[in-house]
């Protein structure tokens, strides 16, 4: 089983930084992804910034050059460093990564979510 754990929400005003970090736990091979996700109230879980093994990086339009997605391999933590922040950056933010759970079967791999931590930037 594995499992994601999340830190470094909370509330703060616009133009602020803050840094989420999520670890995981477990029995398992290789992560092949990490990546933050987020939802707004009334709105659908969107993708934020993405890294893949590579260190090859994705991120939404609205976060470019405000948000650093970073991985720890050793750790296996994936960061988000969050600058610039903007009101409607408000979310619960989600950790994903995408595990391999034995070597040599592909079939193993599995998707994982946080618990999710609520990020409030007011104006």
């Known amino acids: 089983q594995v499992q994601l754990v999340e830190s470094g929400g909370g509330l703060l005003q616009a133009g602020g930084s803050l840094r989420l970090s999520c670890a995981a736990s477990?029995?398992?091979?290789?992560?092949?992804?990490m990546g933050w996700y987020r939802q707004a109230p009334g709105k659908q879980r969107d993708l934020v910034a993405r890294?893949?093994?590579?260190?090859?990086?994705n991120y939404a339009d609205s976060v470019k050059g405000r948000f650093t997605i970073s991985r720890d391999n050793a750790k296996n933590t994936v960061s988000l460093q969050m600058n610039s922040l903007k009101p409607e950056d408000t979310a619960v933010y989600y950790c994903?990564?995408?595990?391999?759970?034995?070597?040599?079967?592909?079939?193993?791999?599995?998707?994982?979510w946080g618990q999710g931590t609520q990020v409030t930037v007011s104006s």
């Open positions: 477990g029995s398992f091979f290789s992560i092949n992804a």
């Open positions: 890294i893949i093994s590579g260190d090859s990086t």
């Open positions: 994903n990564m995408v595990v391999q759970i034995s070597p040599g079967i592909k079939s193993s791999v599995y998707i994982y």
